[in-house]
């Protein structure tokens, strides 16, 4: 299990190094940023929205100036600033609920993945059909756990109504052969099933232990 | 599903089957289903990959092929394995019954009714199995030692018996269906039917 973990962490360090957008499928990142906010500039908010309080936090953590100076800037403002003061340095954006994200907080995101040296590791956990534009940046991320969210949605073949009619006709065949043998192999049979009721009963009534 | 959960599915479905075609051979099939019941799950763990190659419907193909070497070996293999694939459909994962020509697997039931392996669920379906081996097992036994072959007679026979003078050589210790064809213009046929192999003496008069 350690050793797993400890692999995976190292795929996605490989991962950031080469400017590759992580996403994770109902996970809480904040597991992933407790690990790597030794080893990169990170920042972690639970919800992407609303984006200028989530633009403050970022550019609170990068440049360390107070929130009441930075709640006075525009949006626009705030993100230029951002990548003034991040410089060269690389920097992790977390968030959960990517599902959220709004076509005009969308603008905002896509202005800082333009930047080489910001990077996003999200999750989602509801499957909601995003809308082009988030879909299109939902497309720049590779999907970790690929293999949690297939099992969640894959494809299935549903044999209920088969099985119930291959359950149901092999009954009758049991039925008729039981019941034309002797009339009181259909005796042995009913008073079986009779006990069995009996029996469900008592447990109905009396409850688990 | 767990091993034993297969076995039991596997006993039922076998003893049923004997039940209703009246197969003989109850036990060596039953060794042979109970086997087989966890056939798939042995083969996945040689392959590695869990409801994979194992579970696939095509290895009836070679089952149906023992067929030609031995109808019983492969009626009880076949069993087993149709009894696990059953049982792996009622459960959250289903079953990739066409694997490895489509990976899709094949469910039963909705989603939240399906059997969890391990589970209580799990555990209550065993149950229910166990209960209906019961009264089948009985049924298939007496399938299996020709009690419903013919019962009024032999209730005849067993009251006959009780009637035996012994004292007498003539006794007759034995029931018999005796059908007399008679035609003057053709040759006289006589039809005995033997209902106790032990019978030494027929005494037919004047026919």
């Known amino acids: 299990m350690i050793i797993s973990c400890c692999m995976k962490l190292l795929q996605i360090q490989a991962d950031i190094r080469n400017g590759q957008n992580l996403m994770f499928y109902d996970k809480n990142v904040y597991e992933c940023f407790s690990r790597l906010k030794t080893n990169f500039l990170c920042v972690f908010y639970h919800d992407p929205l609303p984006i200028k309080v ?5 550019t609170h953590v990068i440049t360390g100036q107070t ?3 930075l709640n006075r800037l525009a949006v626009p403002d705030l993100t230029q600033l951002l990548v003034e003061k991040l ?4 920097m992790i954006i977390f968030f959960n609920h990517f599902e959220r994200l709004t076509d005009r907080s969308m603008q905002i995101y896509n202005q800082l ?3 080489d040296n910001i990077h996003f590791i999200c999750s989602f956990n509801v499957n909601k059909s995003l809308n082009s534009e988030v879909y299109s940046f939902f497309k720049t ?3 970790v756990n690929k293999d949690v969210y297939e099992l969640k949605h894959k494809n299935e073949i549903n044999v209920s109504y088969a099985v119930y009619a291959g359950i149901s006709i092999y009954c009758i065949v049991l039925y008729l052969k039981t019941g034309f043998s002797l009339t009181s192999a259909t005796m ?3 008073g079986i099933w009779f006990a069995l009721i009996i029996f ?9 232990l | 599903m767990r091993f034993y959960t297969h076995i039991a599915g596997a006993l039922l479905l076998y003893i049923t089957f004997t039940y209703l075609t009246d197969y003989s051979n109850l036990v060596f099939g039953i060794f042979f289903a109970c086997w087989f019941s966890i056939f798939p799950d042995l083969m996945d763990k040689l392959t590695g990959k869990h409801r994979g190659f194992g579970h696939s419907i095509f290895w009836l193909v070679p089952f149906l092929l023992v067929g030609f070497l031995n109808l019983g070996i492969a009626a009880a293999m076949i069993i087993g394995f149709i009894s696990h694939i059953f049982l792996d459909i009622l459960t959250t994962h289903g079953c990739p019954l066409l694997y490895p020509l489509r990976t899709k697997d094949f469910v039963c039931f909705n989603k939240k009714r399906r059997i969890k392996t391990g589970t209580n669920q799990e555990k209550s379906a065993l149950s229910f199995i166990l209960f209906l081996i019961v009264p089948f097992l009985i049924l298939a036994i007496l399938t299996n030692i020709g009690y419903w072959d013919n019962p009024s007679e032999q209730s005849l026979a067993f009251a006959s018996q009780s009637n035996t003078i012994n004292d007498s050589p003539n006794a007759v210790k034995n029931n018999f269906n005796l059908n007399f064809d008679v035609d003057d213009d053709t040759n006289k046929n006589i039809t005995v039917k033997k209902v106790d192999e032990n019978t030494t003496t027929i005494l037919i008069n004047d026919v």
Do not use: C, E, P, W
């Open chain 1, 113 to 115: 993945n333009s930047q």
């Open chain 1, 188 to 190: 042995v049979i009913g």
């Open chain 1, 87 to 90: 410089q060269s340095k690389t």
């Open chain 1, 54 to 58: 989530r633009l403050i936090d970022i």
């Open chain 1, 200 to 208: 469900r009963t008592l447990i109905y009534a009396g409850g688990r």
């Open chain 1, 141 to 143: 991320f590779k999907l």
């Open chain 1, 67 to 69: 929130k009441t100076f």
